[in-house]
């Protein structure tokens, strides 16, 4: 059971994801930060326990909003995976997973025999991007393309991470978590999930 301090950093933490778009890792640093309590390492939340505070936190304060914000999101990150269909695209995080908001960014995983072909793709529509790394499912460094898409059902741009893997990393990536939910979804899994909010 998380102690009380964990659990106090897990719902600042939640205000900061959905308020200011803040990611899991930011947001529990920021929380713990402001709430003034030196937290060491082991007493902040895991990401699941963000998940769950962010949820109570939607259901409480933005129920009205956020489905719509969701499906919005869901739409647009649909549009991005045809578009880069041959790159066997996956979406993962809170537009996966359902906790999004407008201020999340769609962060899409693109599975590639060629690292660099998913830039020239975007370089032969015209797209301007960034291209930045972090660390990657195996521990090397991997290129994350970062671009701006406008939303039209948001009517705001969003930002939009395509995470650049080898396509062996496809393998073992869809298992699901200990609570049965997987950490992303091909284009079909998420028609699944737009079709079910229309049901």
């Given at each position: ?71 919005a ?10 578009r ?8 993962t ?16 995983e ?10 020239i793709?975007l ?26 898409s406008?939303?039209?059902a948001?009517?705001e741009?969003?930002?939009v991470?395509l ?34 909010e229309?049901?």
């Amino acid at each position: 059971m998380p102690s009380s301090l964990t659990a106090e950093i897990a719902a600042a933490a939640a205000r900061l994801v959905v308020e200011e778009g803040l990611e899991y890792g930011a947001a529990k640093r920021r929380a713990a930060r402001d709430l003034g309590r030196g937290a060491r390492q082991t007493e902040l939340p895991g990401n699941d326990e963000v998940e769950d505070a962010v949820r109570e936190y939607l259901d409480i304060f933005c129920a009205d909003t956020q489905p719509g914000e969701l499906r919005a999101l869901r739409e647009l990150a649909a549009v991005w995976m045809e578009r880069l269909a041959v790159f066997r695209p996956h979406l993962t995080g809170a537009v996966w997973r359902g906790t999004a908001t407008r201020l999340s960014a769609l962060h899409l995983e693109l599975y590639c025999d060629d690292g660099k072909s998913a830039e020239i793709a975007l370089l032969d529509r015209g797209v301007d991007f960034d291209i930045a790394s972090t660390r990657g499912p195996q521990g090397r460094d991997i290129d994350v393309l970062s671009l701006a898409s406008r939303c039209p059902a948001l009517g705001e741009t969003v930002t939009v991470f395509l995470s650049v893997l080898d396509h062996d990393d496809l393998r073992g990536a869809l298992k699901a978590d200990a609570r049965g939910m997987t950490q992303r979804g091909d284009l079909a899994a998420l028609r699944r999930l737009l079709d079910s909010e229309e049901a």
